[in-house]
């Protein structure tokens, strides 16, 4: 009777599957809310990250153009966009119309380059012109090609050498360099331990340090002090 009452008391209020089923139902419908929101998010990401593609390869585009510019089409030549053998010119070429040449003038001006004229030969900095006061224009066409800036060329031409690591290294090595370096102080400092003094007493109390070759417990040696040529008569040929 205990182990039926549990078991019916267990399923009615404590595991009760109807209100386990309706819970399990809930969360399947939130997880799909869910997945179609995240859903949305992403595909709004990828049309933001295109969008942000187009307009970065626009303005390539455009800034490419304005560099370009020089092949635009004249009254007597055709540019490399708008070939003869096409019924309508090229996309390029309409947006060379469109878009303005690029200015060097405001390259020239923010140059940190400025030097004089007698600084050239040692190539420390890369000599330019001043641009405080330009010259007035010329009253000619520029030429059409892609032509460079003659300060970017002087600059190119007079830059500073960079020498390899094996052209710039020593060739001694910096221990050989240090013991050289090293002899030379001492040879240079190099001074007396005893100081010659001959007109004063400095030397009166010194004790005589005898030679080791002149003196010794065997008693000293004649030769030099009575004599200097040794008398040997048993290897006399005559008596004289």
């Known amino acids: 009777i205990q182990k039926r009452w549990r078991g019916y008391y267990v399923r009615k209020y404590i595991h009760n ?8 139902e809930a969360i399947s419908v939130n997880n799909e809310i869910v997945r179609n929101e995240l859903q949305e998010y992403a ?4 049309n933001e990250d295109k969008r942000k593609d187009l307009e970065k390869k626009e303005k390539e585009k455009k800034y490419q153009a304005r560099k370009m510019h020089y092949l635009l089409s004249t009254e007597q030549i055709a540019g490399i966009y708008n070939s003869p053998f096409r019924k309508s ?24 380059f400025a ?9 420390r900095r890369p000599p330019t012109f001043s641009t405080a006061q330009p010259l007035p224009p010329i009253g000619r066409q520029k030429p059409q090609g892609p032509f460079r800036d003659t300060a970017e060329v002087l600059r190119q031409r007079y830059k500073p050498l960079e020498p390899t690591l094996r052209v710039a290294a020593s060739i001694n090595s910096p221990l050989e360099k240090a013991r050289e370096e090293m002899r030379r102080e001492e040879w240079r400092n190099r001074i ?33 002090i009575k004599h200097f040529r040794e008398v040997q008569p048993e290897k006399w040929v005559a008596d004289k």
């Open 192 to 224: 007396h331990d005893n100081e010659f003094l001959p007109f004063s007493l400095y030397h009166k109390n010194e004790k005589y340090d005898p030679s080791i070759h002149r003196s010794g417990k065997y008693g000293q040696e004649t030769y030099g």
């Open 43 to 46: 595909e709004m990401k990828e």
């Open 115 to 123: 030097c004089e004229l007698h600084d050239w030969p040692t190539c």
């Open 17 to 24: 599957y109807y209100a386990l089923k309706k819970y399990l």
């Open 89 to 112: 010119p090229d996309p390029m070429e309409l947006l060379l119309r469109k878009s303005k040449p690029l200015s060097h003038r405001g390259q020239q001006i923010k140059s940190p």
